[in-house]
T-cell receptor
Framework: EAQVTQNPRYLITVTGKKLTVTCSQN?????MSWYRQDPGLGLRQIYY???????DKGDVPEGYKVSRKEKRNFPLILESPSPNQTSLYFC???????????????FGPGTRLTVL | GQQLNQSPQSMFIQEGEDVSMNCTSS?????WLWYKQDPGEGPVLLIA?????ELTSNGRLTAQFGITRKDSFLNISASIPSDVGIYFC????????????FGKGTSLLVTP
């Protein structure tokens, strides 16, 4: 089944304790992206990757890191989490960044992160 | 990225009624997407539009890519309780970056 998976689905942590949220897709998609969703603010892009070893900042990259060593995986790293990073996080992927059908993004189920 | 203007913000309707929502942008897009999000889940793609003027249906859902390329509409006919959720529009212009721009969502409640 074609899908985007994220782990963990739920995470409670404390300020300053490094964490990684994993994202994996099995559709051989080139483009992957991380979003955070907050009440009243909708979906905001954190980072995206156009292919292996190619990443770039989105709208709200501060406090986050990403890596793309393999095509299928795009982990999100919080080196020193803070309470303002408490949010619902989504990973998404699409076939390519070109216009048309390849641009359609598919989302993972989400990771709810709480930083105390 | 650019935030799209999506309206209405919320709708409270009775089962069987038709629903309309729309999204506007200040810039031209060449892709419009409509998603539905259930509580605690990720957005699920409903309809994708790739050409100005395109009208596409998916069951009781119909979406249109506006002629001006700055807007899109989603209609749901004969609503049922399982239509409850948040509907998001998203658009992209590949000539001005790779980000997908999202609306803030329309929250739909359907009473039996």
């Amino acid at each position: 089944e074609a899908q985007v998976t994220q782990n963990p689905r739920y995470l409670i942590t404390v300020t300053g304790k490094k964490l990684t949220v994993t994202c994996s897709q099995n559709m051989n998609h080139e483009y992957m992206s991380w979003y955070r969703q907050d009440p009243g603010l909708g979906l905001r892009q954190i980072y995206y990757s156009m292919n292996v070893e190619v990443t770039d900042k989105g709208d709200v990259p501060e406090g986050y890191k990403v890596s793309r060593k393999e095509k299928r995986n795009f982990p999100l790293i919080l080196e020193s989490p803070s309470p303002n990073q408490t949010s619902l996080y989504f990973c998404a992927s699409s076939l390519s960044i070109l216009a048309g059908r390849g641009a359609t993004q598919y989302f993972g189920p989400g990771t709810r992160l709480t930083v105390l | 990225g650019q935030q799209l203007n999506q309206s209405p913000q919320s709708m409270f309707i009775q089962e069987g009624e038709d629903v309309s929502m729309n999204c506007t942008s200040s810039s031209i897009f060449n892709t419009w997407l409509w998603y539905k999000q259930d509580p605690g889940e990720g957005p699920v793609l409903l309809i994708a539009l790739y050409k100005a003027g395109e009208l596409t249906s998916n069951g009781r859902l119909t979406a249109q890519f506006g002629i001006t390329r700055k807007d899109s509409f989603l209609n749901i006919s004969a609503s049922i309780p399982s239509d409850v959720g948040i509907y998001f529009c998203a658009g992209r212009n590949s000539n001005s970056g790779y980000a997908l721009n999202f609306g803030k969502g329309t929250s739909l409640l359907v009473t039996p």
